[in-house]
């Protein structure tokens, strides 16, 4: 019998043993780790993954989390062999027992730690005997080959715990908003009741099943001595309360992240992404990612109420008796939420407003005065009568979206919530809330690295994850002019130079009709004009000579240097903005402006590490022998050189920033003029109301807004940038340089400062109003600035003239 016994147990190690998984792998095996995406200042931004893990080595897990683990899950890990005989062969007694009273309970398990690892890691969850077996063959071949404390921490990280965590870590930061050195006693206990069924014994939907539960795992410990038994006391008495992560901790950028996540996939591959734990440090700035979004929000509310129409209530529910229950059941829009509205049901109306309800049976009204934009919007696109009364807006029953009305919102046009809004209060008075149909893009950047600090590419994410800054090709319109302007300058040209502002037709070449480009009021001109003031008021006419006088060879060469367009056409159309660019790249042309003409790349990403900490991207690629591996014994701090390619003439350059200074001074964005600092920029808008832009900055920011529909419509009349995009700029400006002292923009060597008068171009008498106008030496007004070839002529001096065939103006208002 003993001999039949040995050969049926050697026979049935063979047989099992046969096909076993290597489990040799264990030793260098690394689990899929959650990649985080962190902030500029290391808050987080997003985690991508497989599954929600956080590796963490079993030297750095506080020991009370493997004590609770181990007297709730195998108290003789470290004394058995990788399985427990004894507690095998109690739970057998069990089984039997439940089998002879015909119970259908699940099977009592007996598996140790090491079991449990090679269930998971190699095997099936099959309820099989034939898995049972080879799970305890593994078991005791894994005890052999591997040190306790290497299965201890695979288990320990690959374990499931319910919620989405996958391991111990994952886990704390889930279910408590902790890292496991900050866990008390009570919350380990919790975590190391959970294996068993994690679901079973979450604590948000089964409270006492959770308490139950995480007391056994105490009493265990107590068994154990794992606790002193005053902690494990004090650890029962407690409550099981989960917490999420602090929202200061958490920064909210979703198209930002979103943007991140398709570059690290291109680099990195679904793998890389999604199982290799990278760390992941941006650019983004967490003061100036919600200024962007809110301004961008605010802008577009702006736009729609004025414009867009009320297009009714989002729903309609029976206001009779039981509303609230009714209105619970309703979901909330998408969009409101990442606005922080709420979702209101209409009760009655009235001549001063409407009553309005919320799902905890709270009351509060919308005063009329916050209704009145509401006019509504008919079928062929058109606008009704301002509404008399609410009941021309909304009806009982209706389903509406609101925030609470501020103090500061006497104007109808409230400032956006950056946070969720409190519950609702009954008595409180609330704003009428509509989701834009319009939509937009906001981009901040430094203009001397490139990094992107803030990306807004839409209202909301929850509705469209179209970005639109870099995504949404438009035609920039009168924003494209810059660089037509920068190109003369680089061509003799002045800010001073005058050329004629007046009707004008050019020639396209053989089949082609004349070009004849007009104002943005066609029927003004002001005759001989300053290349500045042009610049300032935007005039289509002086850009259209200053394009057949240079050449739009010249002129598409600087657009593509700048990066706006990768291959410009050759047509004169394109000096008016008729090409397409996206807002990040227009942002960024108009950054190197600001930097003083050298080529930077737009990044949103500064460094990635491996899951080692082992640096595999940065960024900035700056020669620097004194910045790594350097023990630091107060030596000077390196110096780092500028690689930065100069493309374009510093002093011209200059000379287009102080142009654009004027624009926000005395032209087109004088909306932008209340931030009270140095600032210059431009406006664009096409000639058919459809795109709406201001790109600016000061010496150390930049940051361009685009306003359009996403299928290309009307905005309006007047809708200009200036009226639409400038103030968004504005506001998210005011925020961004509160605390910034103003700095005036850096002036670079070779300039000549002379005090003009910038309606002539000429110098500026005393007592009269003049600024201070940048020149090239030799160009000062007064001398003589060198000859300017056009065409057959040669002109000089102060008012040169470009000369172009002139004759009267036709078709539409061209770009400004």
């Known amino acids: 019998m003993a001999i039949a016994g040995g050969a049926v147990v050697g026979l049935t190690l063979w047989y099992f043993g046969r096909d076993l998984p290597n489990y040799q792998q264990l030793a260098h095996y690394e689990p899929p780790i959650t990649t985080r995406v962190h902030a500029g200042d290391g808050r987080l931004l997003a985690e991508y993954s497989t599954e929600r893990r956080v590796f963490v080595p079993i030297g750095a897990i506080p020991k009370r989390v493997i004590n609770a683990f181990l007297s709730a899950e195998d108290k003789n890990f470290y004394s058995h062999r990788g399985v427990d005989p004894v507690s095998m062969f109690r739970a057998a007694l069990t089984d039997v027992g439940r089998w002879h009273s015909n119970s259908k309970r699940r099977p009592v398990g007996a598996s140790t730690i090491t079991q449990q690892v090679a269930k998971n890691m190699l095997l099936s969850n099959e309820l099989t005997v034939s898995r049972k077996i080879k799970e305890i063959l593994l078991a005791t071949r894994i005890d052999e080959a591997l040190p306790k404390d290497r299965i201890l921490e695979l288990y320990l990280n690959e374990i499931y715990l319910g919620s989405g965590a996958y391991g111990v870590e994952a886990a704390a930061l889930i279910y408590f908003g902790k890292s496991l050195d900050e866990l008390s006693l009570s919350e380990a206990a919790f975590l190391a009741g959970l294996p068993k069924a994690p679901n079973n014994y979450n604590p948000t939907r089964y409270p006492q099943q959770a308490k139950a539960r995480r007391d056994w795992v105490l009493d265990r410990m107590a068994e154990?001595?794992?606790?002193?038994?005053?902690?494990?006391?004090?650890?029962?008495?407690?409550?099981?309360?989960?917490?999420?992560?602090?929202?200061?901790?958490?920064?909210?950028?979703?198209?930002?992240?979103?943007?991140?996540?398709?570059?690290?996939?291109?680099?990195?591959?679904?793998?890389?992404?999604?199982?290799?734990?990278?760390?992941?440090?941006?650019?983004?700035?967490?003061?100036?990612?919600?200024?962007?979004?809110?301004?961008?929000?605010?802008?577009?509310?702006?736009?729609?109420?004025?414009?867009?129409?009320?297009?009714?209530?989002?729903?309609?529910?029976?206001?009779?008796?039981?509303?609230?229950?009714?209105?619970?059941?309703?979901?909330?829009t998408p969009g409101a939420a990442t606005a922080g509205w709420q979702l209101a049901l209409v009760l009655r109306t009235d001549n001063d407003g409407a009553e309005i309800g919320f799902k905890g049976g709270e009351t509060g009204r919308i005063p009329f005065a916050q209704m009145r934009w509401a006019r509504p919007l008919h079928d062929d696109g058109t606008l009704g009568a301002f509404p008399r009364n609410a009941a021309d807006v909304a009806k009982p029953g209706d389903l509406v979206l609101v925030e609470p009305l501020r103090e500061t919102a006497k104007t109808g046009n409230p400032p956006m919530a950056a946070r969720p809004q409190p519950p609702a209060r009954s008595g409180d008075f609330y704003n009428l809330c509509q989701i834009p149909e319009v939509s937009g893009a906001l981009v901040a950047m430094d203009p001397h690295t490139g990094r992107v600090l803030a990306m807004s590419g839409g209202f909301s994410f929850e509705i469209s994850q179209f970005n639109r800054a870099t995504q949404a090709k438009r035609q920039p319109g009168s924003s494209i002019k810059p660089f037509v302007y920068l190109t003369a300058l680089e061509h003799g040209f002045t800010p001073s130079t005058v050329v004629e502002d007046g009707p004008v037709s050019i020639s396209q070449g053989e089949g082609m009709p004349l070009w004849t480009p007009g104002n943005y009021n066609s029927n003004k001109f002001r005759g001989p004009t300053p290349l500045r003031v042009a610049l300032e008021l935007s005039l289509n006419t002086v850009t259209a000579r200053l394009a057949e006088s240079i050449g739009m060879e010249a002129i598409g060469e600087t657009i593509e240097k700048f990066g706006i367009m990768d291959h410009m056409p050759r047509l004169y159309a394109m000096s008016l903005g008729a090409g397409e660019t996206t807002p990040?790249?227009?942002?960024?042309?108009?950054?190197?402006?600001?930097?003083?003409?050298?080529?930077?790349?737009?990044?949103?990403?500064?460094?990635?590490?491996?899951?080692?900490?082992?640096?595999?991207?940065?960024a900035d690629q700056r020669p620097c022998e004194g910045c790594k591996n350097v023990e630091w014994n107060h030596q000077d701090v390196p110096v780092i050189p500028d690689t930065r390619e100069q493309i374009s003439d510093p002093v011209s350059t200059f000379q287009i920033v102080e142009m654009l200074e004027g624009v926000v001074q005395r032209g087109t964005a004088t909306a932008v003029k209340a931030v009270g600092k140095p600032i210059a920029g431009k406006t664009g808008t096409t000639n058919d109301w459809q795109d709406a832009w201001f790109v600016g900055f000061t010496p150390d920011l930049a940051a361009g807004v685009f306003i359009g529909y996403d299928d290309p419509a009307f905005l309006g009349s007047d809708e200009t940038g200036g009226h639409l995009a400038a103030p968004i700029f504005r506001d998210f400006m005011l925020v961004a340089l509160k605390d910034a002292p103003p700095t005036e923009f850096r002036t670079p060597p070779g300039v000549q400062m002379v005090r003009v008068n910038p309606e002539t171009g000429e110098p500026a008498g005393a007592g009269q109003p003049g600024i201070l106008e940048g020149y090239k030496a030799g160009t000062e007004p007064g001398k003589d600035r060198g000859r300017l070839p056009l065409g057959d002529e040669v002109v000089q001096g102060v008012t040169a003239r470009v000369p172009v065939r002139a004759t009267p103006a036709s078709g539409t208002g061209g770009r400004y």
């Open 584 to 618: 990040l790249r227009h942002t960024a042309a108009y950054a190197m402006l600001d930097n003083g003409g050298k080529r930077i790349t737009p990044t949103l990403i500064d460094r990635v590490q491996g899951r080692d900490g082992k640096t595999i991207f940065q």
């Open 224 to 332: 154990d001595s794992s606790a002193p038994d005053k902690e494990i006391q004090a650890a029962r008495a407690e409550p099981i309360v989960t917490r999420r992560r602090e929202e200061a901790e958490i920064v909210n950028g979703p198209y930002f992240a979103e943007e991140v996540r398709r570059d690290l996939l291109a680099r990195y591959g679904d793998k890389g992404l999604y199982e290799s734990g990278l760390s992941v440090r941006t650019s983004l700035d967490s003061k100036l990612q919600p200024a962007a979004d809110k301004a961008l929000r605010d802008g577009l509310i702006a736009y729609d109420r004025g414009h867009g129409g009320w297009r009714g209530a989002v729903g309609h529910i029976d206001p009779g008796p039981n509303w609230p229950a009714r209105l619970a059941a309703e979901p909330l």
